[in-house]
């Protein structure tokens, strides 16, 4: 597993880097969150089920209770509005591959685009 995680890493630097900056003081750099207070995205049912709404989430935060792995979480999600379809991508790509394990999905930059267009929040 850890070879598996250094593999990931260093397939997506940017998208590591990015990860680190923004996302990991509260999804914590393993992707295991910060127990009941704030979610993982490590083997998150959540993360995998809503892959199509994470750009708009990145981006514009979430404000709505969520379900992860049976668990009720209902902590504000800050967003992050300066990242560009590009940085997302990068994110999108580090957090699937490693905290997902699915090194076969891909997103085009278009296809992100697209979601950050079709945010309904």
């Known amino acids: 597993m850890a ?5 990931c890493q260093e397939q997506y630097p940017q998208g590591k880097r990015l990860y680190e900056h923004h996302c990991s ?11 009941a207070l704030l979610p993982p995205l490590k083997n998150s049912d959540f993360l995998a089920e809503n ?15 969520i379900t992860v792995n049976g668990i009720q979480y209902s902590e504000i ?3 992050f509005p300066d990242l560009n379809p590009i940085e997302i991508s990068n994110i999108m790509h580090y957090i699937t ?18 979601m950050l267009e079709e945010c309904d929040f």
């Open 25 to 35: 003081s509260c999804h914590m750099n393993d992707g295991t969150g910060l127990g």
């Open 3 to 7: 070879l598996l995680l250094m593999a």
């Open 51 to 65: 892959l199509y709404r994470v750009p708009c989430i990145i981006r514009n935060g979430l404000f709505e209770t």
């Open 77 to 79: 999600m800050i967003g």
């Open 97 to 114: 591959s490693v905290f997902l394990e699915d090194k076969k999905r891909t997103y085009k930059i278009q296809q992100i685009e697209k």
